[in-house]
C-alpha cells in the first residue's frame, strides 16, 4: 500500500492508473463503517484510494476538531488488510490556500436539520469533497447512508458541476446493539453507550409502528420522542428523499432522521424506507 | 464540425477523444480576439471544442444580458473556418439547476475592479467556467488577457480546487487604431468608437512616462486621466500581478487596467509590464 501525503505525490499516482478507481474519504478513526465502504470499493475496482483528512472547515468554532479521535497506526493496518492500495494523508497546507473560491451548499437542503444545527457544516463539506475528487479522479466514490443529508449535498455537487464520478450511497453499519457506527462513539464511556441505544431504538420502534399502519408523521414522531426523552434531542424529521418535511409517509420515499446529544456527544442516525 | 446543444451530446463527444483536448470558452459575437484563442487551441491540441453560451448569471441586473450579441451564423462559420471540431451551444438549463452550490471567487481579488463595480460577477463566471471545464475536460483552456482580472481567478480556482487543466493565457487583440476588440465594441457609433480609442491612448501614454523613467504609479495614472477626460472613468489601477495596488512600477510584475463608459457602453482594457 503506497502512502502519499502531499498533492503532488497523489496526482502522479492517479496518472499511473488507467482502470477503474474507488474512492473513499474519511477523516481516519476507522471503524466497520468505513470498512465496508472500503470493502465495497475493493471489490468493484481496480484500484482504491483512501484519504484520512480531519477537513477543519467542516466544523464549528468550538466542535471537536481539535480532540477528534486520531488512530492513525490502527487505520493504516486497517487500510492494508483491506486491499488498499493508496492511502492520501495529507496536511492541511496541502488542501487549502489561502485565497480561493467557497462552496456554498444549496440552501433548500443545507439550513435545515444538521445545517440547521450546524450553519456552514456542509460548505466545508462539499469544498473538501470537491477537491478530493478532482484529485483522486475516482470511477466511483463511496459514502455512507448515516450522513445522508451529506450524501445527498454530493450527489447534487456531482450532478449540478458535471464531476465524472459515480456517487455509491453505502448502508449503515450497526454494532451487535443496535447503535450506528460512528469516530465520535469513542467519545462515549459506558453508561452513554446504554443510552445511545435509544437512538437506532426510536427509528426500529418508528418502523413498527409503520409497519403496523401508523402513516401520520407527527404520531410516528411521538412515539420516538418517549424512546428519546432521557437524550438532548436536537431533532426528529420525517422528509421525502429531497429533505422536504413530510406529513404522511410514503413508502417508498422516506426518511426518518434524528440526531442527539448523549452527555457531550452529538450523535445522529436515520432510517430510509 | 459537430454542433452539440445538449451536456448528454457534450459529454459523449467528450468520451471519444483520447488525445489532447484544447477548450475556448466564449458568449459568441466573435471576433479577432476569439478567432486568435481558437487558433492557438487548434494548433496545439488534437481536438478544439469551443462553447458559446450567454451565461446569464455572470450579469447583474440592469447590464446587457437580453441585448448581448447574437452573430450565432457568423460565429459557427468563423468556428468552421478556425478548423474548431466540435462547438457546444447549451440552453441555460442544461447547465443550471434549481438547487445546486454556489461558487463564490475569493474576497481579495473579487472584490476590487471589476468586482467592485460589479458585485458577483465573478461568482458567475467561475460557477460557469467550472462547469464547462468538467463537462469539456479539456487539457488546455485558453482565455484572454482583456479580462485579466477574469484571468487570475480561474487560474486560482484551477489551483486551489486541483482541476486538471493548463489556463492559456492569450495576448490581447486591438484594432487596426489600439482599440481592444470585445463584443460590447459592436455597440458603438462611430463617433464613440474614437472616442473608445482613448482608452488604449491611456495605456500607450502609460508605457511611454514608464520607458522615460517614471515610476510612480500617481503620476503615471494623472497623466491617463488627462487622455481619459472625455470618458466616464470607472477606475484607473495600477497592481502588481497579484492584483494588490502598488505605488512604485516593478518592470516584472505590473498591471495597468482599465474601466471606463463610452457613452453607455463599459470598456475595459489593460497592460501587462
Redesign the interface.
Known sequence: MKILKT?KEL?NYRKSLTCNVGFVPTMGALHQGHISLIKESVQKNNNTIVSIFVNPIQFLAGEDFTSYPNRQKADLKICELAGVDALFMPNTDEI??E???????????SFILEGYQRPKHFDGV?RVV??LL??T?PTNAYFGKKDAQQLF?IQ??V??????TTIVPCEIIRDENGLALSSRNAYLDENEKLQALNISKSLKIASIEIMRGELHAEKIKEKMKEVLKELEVEYIEITNRKFDKIEKIDLKNCMILVAAKVGKTRLIDNMWI
Open positions: 498533492t496526482i487549502y490556500f485565497n480561493e473560491p467557497i462552496l456554498v451548499a444549496p440552501m433548500k437542503q462539499l470537491i477537491k478532482n484529485l479522479k449535498l447534487n455537487m450532478k449540478t458541476l458535471f464531476l465524472d
